[in-house]
T-cell receptor, first 115, second 114 residues
Framework: AQKVTQAQTEISVVEKEDVTLDCVYETRDTTYYLFWYKQPPSGELVFLIRRNSFDEQNEISGRYSWNFQKSTSSFNFTITASQVVDSAVYFCALSEAEGAQKLVFGQGTRLTINP | NAGVTQTPKFQVLKTGQSMTLQCAQDMNHEYMSWYRQDPGMGLRLIHYSVGAGITDQGEVPNGYNVSRSTTEDFPLRLLSAAPSQTSVYFC?????????????FGPGTRLTVL
């Protein structure tokens, strides 16, 4: 069975600090996809990134970066120089190759950036 | 494009009542799904569809029915509402095939069952 664990329930930092959100997953599939979604206080779910299990390249998008390590089954998300607008709940999710519409979500990490 | 739309935004039901949550997408996506979000549990898959006329159960399907008569619409029916179904419900859609397999979510429906 697939499982995603986000052990950090809540994180609170001061603006401009760097923060890393952890995501650990379990799957028996060799091909799978990992995702990060952001849920701001308004409640919608915003897609941030997708990673194919065969692509272990790290990715950087502005202040956001993602570290995918198959050896430790982790897909961590780092925000550099955090801003108040980054305050949200962040979800890590996993889907198998043949069931791309079946996402398994972690419990989410509530990130609060204090001014 | 409106994307994924859901109605209503809020709903209060009494135990035993039935209702339908509406979901529509205008992106010509084949795949559509329903999730529920409960505090501390992330989102859990209720039902999904890979195309018109094809539906299947997800992780928590009990108490819910779905149908997919068109590509655009994917309604979720609560047969006899129970307090345990108090939750926020999200509909999502996607093309399904990598590299276009990210799911786009609707704004959600907050349901309270008394």
């Amino acid at each position: 069975a697939q499982k995603v664990t986000q052990a950090q329930t809540e994180i609170s930092v001061v603006e401009k600090e760097d923060v890393t959100l952890d995501c650990v997953y379990e799957t028996r599939d060799t091909t799978y996809y990992l995702f990060w979604y952001k849920q701001p206080p308004s409640g919608e779910l915003v897609f941030l990134i997708r990673r194919n299990s065969f692509d272990e390249q790290n990715e950087i998008s502005g202040r956001y970066s993602w570290n995918f390590q198959k050896s430790t089954s982790s897909f961590n998300f780092t925000i550099t120089a955090s801003q108040v607008v980054d305050s949200a709940v962040y979800f890590c999710a996993l889907s198998e190759a043949e069931g791309a519409q079946k996402l398994v979500f972690g419990q989410g990490t509530r990130l609060t950036i204090n001014p | 494009n409106a994307g994924v739309t859901q109605t209503p935004k809020f709903q209060v039901l009494k135990t035993g009542q039935s209702m339908t949550l509406q979901c529509a997408q205008d992106m010509n996506h084949e795949y559509m799904s329903w999730y529920r979000q409960d505090p501390g549990m992330g989102l859990r898959l209720i039902h999904y569809s890979v195309g018109a006329g094809i539906t299947d159960q997800g992780e928590v399907p009990n108490g819910y029915n779905v149908s997919r008569s068109t590509t655009e619409d994917f309604p979720l029916r609560l047969l006899s509402a129970a307090p345990s179904q108090t939750s926020v419900y999200f509909c999502a859609s996607s093309f399904g095939q990598y590299p276009y397999n990210e799911q786009f979510f609707g704004p959600g429906t907050r349901l309270t069952v008394l």
